[in-house]
């Protein structure tokens, strides 16, 4: 008789069949839910295996997938451009990882080949003719390449690479088996080739793995042998030599304002700027005021009258 499931049970009348249907019956019941998986999370900028250079682009988030034989991040940048998609830098890193995913998915390997990088760009920066450089470059990691393109709309786009390994000769079952591959995508409206590609060049990488086993650099490189010796002098570059400040260009003459005092003969004469002192009219009184002598008289039509002062009012003499 058919189950649920689409499980058909072929022998009913037995106690083992009648479990076995029971327990089906149960696991198809079962629901989970929906949960995030475990391989992914958002990490803090702190716990960046790749940061920028500082004054570079800022870090707008940091995305860490865990595989069972490598570690992935994805370090979102601020990005300004009419190109669909987001800057980033993105590293890998192949090595030993925790016992606790050992059930995870295993991170293939991406080796440097022309054909699988045309891939990557096609897809992470869609319509933009991009050109590899022929230029042999390295950071302070070892070398890396790029290519660069323009929009239709002037937008600058860079794709990078690099990828960290131990040379085949420094490579044993036991040491340097590390490897790390890093990608770098970056659009910007405002920016040339020479301001993205110094994000190539400026990238710090802060994690490694415990084992000296899985180094990815391989072994240190030799100190150079003249150093210290007779006979091999070190010169600095002229860009790390301090050159003499130009002289500052000979200012104007500061023109100073005196304040002039004013005379009296200036006013005599006539005033400031030349012009006639003012001339000081006496107002008439409106009646004629008979004066408090031994006779009244009238004053003349237009004459000036002389008030006398309330001290004077009662005094004979008082003019």
């Known amino acids: 008789m058919p189950t649920a499931c689409g499980v058909r049970q072929f022998w009913p009348t037995t106690g083992i069949a009648a479990l076995a249907a029971a327990a089906l019956l149960a696991g198809c019941a079962a629901r989970d839910g929906v949960r995030l998986p475990a391989a992914n999370r958002i990490v803090s900028d702190s716990e960046a295996l790749i ?3 500082a004054g570079g682009p800022a870090v707008v988030d940091v995305v860490q997938r865990n595989y069972a034989n490598a570690v992935e991040q994805k370090v979102s940048l601020f990005t300004s451009s009419t190109i669909p998609g ?3 830098l993105s590293i890998q890193m192949f090595g030993p990882m925790e016992a606790a995913l050992d059930g995870e ?3 293939g390997f991406r ?4 054909a699988n990088l045309s891939g990557e760009m096609r897809e992470q920066i869609p319509g933009v003719a991009m050109k590899t450089s022929q230029f042999y470059l390295q950071n302070h990691y070892g070398p890396f390449g790029y290519a660069y393109g323009r929009s239709a709309t002037g937008d600058s786009c860079l794709y990078g690479w690099q990828q960290l390994r131990a040379r085949d000769n420094e490579r044993t079952l036991f040491q340097n ?5 890093i990608r770098a995508r970056l659009c910007d409206s405002d920016a040339d080739e020479r301001d993205l590609l110094a994000v190539m060049y400026g990238y710090t990488i802060n994690g490694t793995f415990e084992p000296q086993g899985w180094n990815p650099y391989g072994p240190p490189r030799p100190v150079d042998p003249t150093l210290g010796e007779d006979s091999s002098p070190i010169v600095p570059a002229a860009a790390e030599l301090s050159t003499h400040a130009p002289r500052p260009a000979a200012s104007a003459p500061r023109v100073q304002r005196v304040a002039v005092e004013r005379s009296a003969a200036t006013d005599a004469v006539g005033g400031e700027g030349g012009q006639p002192p003012r001339q000081t009219v006496a107002v008439p009184s409106p009646v004629a005021v008979p004066s408090f002598g031994t006779s009244a008289r009238t004053a003349a039509p237009g004459a000036t009258v002389v008030v006398p002062s309330p001290g004077c009012i009662d005094a004979a003499n008082c003019n």
């Open 111 to 114: 080796p440097v080949h022309a």
């Open 105 to 107: 998915n295993r991170l």
């Open 51 to 53: 940061v920028p250079a």
């Open 177 to 181: 088996r590390g490897n790390i591959q």
């Open 86 to 88: 987001q800057n980033y």
